[in-house]
């Protein structure tokens, strides 16, 4: 009985979790030889955090010109898996999105190759401002 009792109220707090349809994600930016915030590097160490409005967070990696930058956040999409995009010369992006609270600590899977798309054009303009 008592396990009974113990898995529904697992699931009770399981369900409410999920049913406001956000997300808790680490949220962070950094530059190599830029930021002076490196606790958005691998490995994380990253403790910023934001509740997203959808079910899923990110995790992108650029490599341009000998620069890598990190970002970390919300992703507007409601899918899990990992895209990697090798573009013009050494530049490179790995992008990746998953379910759960805190996910994007460490990603394993990723998105779709338009949102990658997407994100390199992003990145290298970043990188190019800064």
């Known amino acids: 009985m008592n396990t009974i009792l113990s898995c529904g109220v697992l699931l009770a707090i ?3 979790h999920t049913a406001d349809g956000a997300v ?9 030889g830029v930021s002076r915030d490196d606790s958005c590097a691998d490995p994380f160490v990253g403790s910023r955090t934001k509740r997203c409005s959808g079910l899923s967070c990110s995790k992108m990696k650029t490599q341009l010109n000998g620069r890598t930058s990190m970002s970390r956040g919300c992703w507007p999409k409601n899918e899990e898996s990992c895209y990697t995009k090798e573009g013009y010369g050494t530049s490179k992006v790995t992008v990746c999105a998953c379910f759960g609270d805190y996910c994007n600590a460490a990603v394993t899977r990723g998105i ?4 990658a798309w997407f994100l390199e054009f992003c990145s290298i303009i970043i990188i190019a401002i800064v």
């Open 112 to 115: 779709t190759s338009h949102a």
């Open 24 to 32: 808790n994600c680490y949220t962070c930016t950094m530059v190599e």
């Open 14 to 16: 399981l369900a409410c």
